[in-house]
């Protein structure tokens, strides 16, 4: 007889799916308190420029190198990428978020699209995607179905489960090695620091095991999540030229077409901002956060709520709610034009998309940071518009969804073509 699904380690207030339990014995799933903890300290804040200044010291260096480098050196290679084979732009997206994560998390530089840890890690990731998008799995709901073997018809959640976990066991080890030697090497990493610091501590054959969990789960929560943005905005995009136009049009007024923007620009390029808050808005790239668990009795609107009861927060209903978001199915930037403080603060869509509480995303400001740099990068140097048929008709996307934990667009085409030579030369340059 098989054994049961072991109990969590987790702490009574935070219940995800069951699947998603199961997963964690081998690499991911929810974190552990201790893991966010760590975590939490280690993804340090770097969308506001305003943080960093005057902390030009050693320490701003090394978290600059590890969160900032990344990111903008795959931004740079997403455009190379786009231009060479423009027609793979989803392919691409995939590698701009896998390789800034592997980078960030692991030490490790990707250099091509072959590279066999962004392969591994991607394959575990698959996997997971299948197996644990809550409400996907009856388990959920009737949790006395996490004791049914794996061979009994109708257990396929659970066989594919353990599919997961085997992969995700095999990634995680080896991508633990990896930022070791990484780290041996004096390439810094998140997993590296943390490595390093349990070492210094002498707890670090008590950890191993938790850090290998803390980087699996940290790369397969960053990784479709942060392409998911761009993908929708690409598609955006495409069905909203005007909006493209003008998003353009200010990063030529105030970054010229000699250079690229970097995040110091940031603060300067308000429409492109209400643009990136409102492709968050539009298609909220987590529709169905992770499943949380009242941790006492308590009453909303008149409902009671026993302690333990499932809770899974509905962000794409909180994205879409009329009263806050005036026609909510329109892609709309300008919504979020010229607001007051207190609008600002109340319709900020990031407030939403990361989660809510004490389980809020640890990387939503490297997220966020990220997607502003592959945003920004695209709109100075491509032009993205509706590809045409074979009669010279252009083709419409339409806004379909596949489903899964995050949003991805269903395939669509579209033509992106460099907006000048000089954008051309641009790119060049960076690589
Ligand atoms: C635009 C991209 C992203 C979106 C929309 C997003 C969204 C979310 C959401 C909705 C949750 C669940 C929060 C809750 O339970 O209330 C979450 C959890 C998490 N996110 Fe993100 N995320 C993104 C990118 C990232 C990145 C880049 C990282 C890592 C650098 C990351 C790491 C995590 C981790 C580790 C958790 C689990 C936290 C826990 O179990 O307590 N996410 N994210």
């Not at 190198?65 to 231009?83: F, G, K, V, W, Y």
């Not at 920004?376 to 339409?398: C, H, S, W, Y």
Request: charged letters at 25%.
């Amino acid at each position: 007889m098989e054994e049961p699904i072991r109990r969590p380690h987790l702490l009574a207030d935070v219940q995800h799916s069951v699947a998603g339990r199961e997963l964690r014995e081998g690499g991911t799933g929810p974190l552990g308190e201790a893991q966010r903890e760590v975590l939490g300290q280690a993804i340090l804040s770097l969308s506001h420029r305003a943080h960093w200044v005057g902390r030009r010291d050693r320490d701003y260096e090394l978290r600059r190198e590890i969160q900032e480098t990344p990111p903008t050196r795959e931004a740079h290679t997403l455009l190379a990428n786009l231009l060479r084979d423009p027609e793979n732009f989803a392919r691409h997206l995939h590698r701009f978020s896998g390789a800034s994560m592997l980078e960030t998390l692991y030490g490790h530089s990707v250099t091509d699209d072959d590279d066999e840890y962004l392969k591994l890690i991607d394959k575990a990731n698959d996997t997971i995607a299948s197996s644990s998008a809550p409400g996907a799995a009856l388990v959920d709901f009737l949790p006395f179905l996490q004791y049914t073997p794996a061979w009994l018809p109708g257990a396929g959640w659970k066989r594919k489960v353990l599919e997961a976990r085997d992969a995700l066991t095999e990634a995680s080890t080896r991508c633990y090695a990896l930022a070791e030697a990484q780290a041996h090497a004096g390439k810094p990493s998140i997993i590296g620091s943390i490595i390093g610091e349990c070492s210094d501590k002498g707890i670090l054959a008590s950890e191993e095991h938790e850090i290998m969990q803390l980087g699996s789960v940290t790369y397969s929560a960053g990784t479709d999540t942060t392409k998911s943005v761009l993908h929708s905005f690409i598609l955006a995009m495409v069905l909203h030229p005007e909006v493209y136009a003008k998003a353009q049009q200010e990063m030529d007024t105030v970054i010229g077409r000699e250079r690229l923007p970097t995040l110091e620009h940031r603060d300067s390029l308000p429409y492109i901002e209400c643009v990136l808050k409102e492709t968050y808005r539009w298609i909220c790239p987590v529709c169905l956060s992770i499943p949380h668990a009242s941790c006492e009795d308590d009453e909303y609107n008149g409902y009671f709520i026993p302690k333990g009861t499932a809770i899974i927060p509905n962000l794409w209903l909180m994205l879409r709610d009329p009263e806050v978001y005036s026609e909510p199915e329109l892609f709309r930037p300008e919504r979020f034009w010229a607001l007051s403080a207190e609008e600002f603060e109340r319709t900020d869509p990031r407030n939403i998309v990361f989660g809510h509480g004490r389980r809020i995303c640890p990387g939503r400001r490297f997220a966020d940071a990220s997607v502003w740099l592959a945003i920004a990068g695209m709109v100075a140097t491509f032009d993205i518009q509706k590809a045409r048929d074979a009669l010279g008709k252009e083709i419409t996307p339409r806004v379909l969804y596949e489903s899964g934990f995050t949003s991805a667009p269903a395939p669509f085409k579209c033509a992106i073509q460099p907006r000048s030579k000089q954008a051309v030369e641009l790119i060049g340059r960076t690589l």
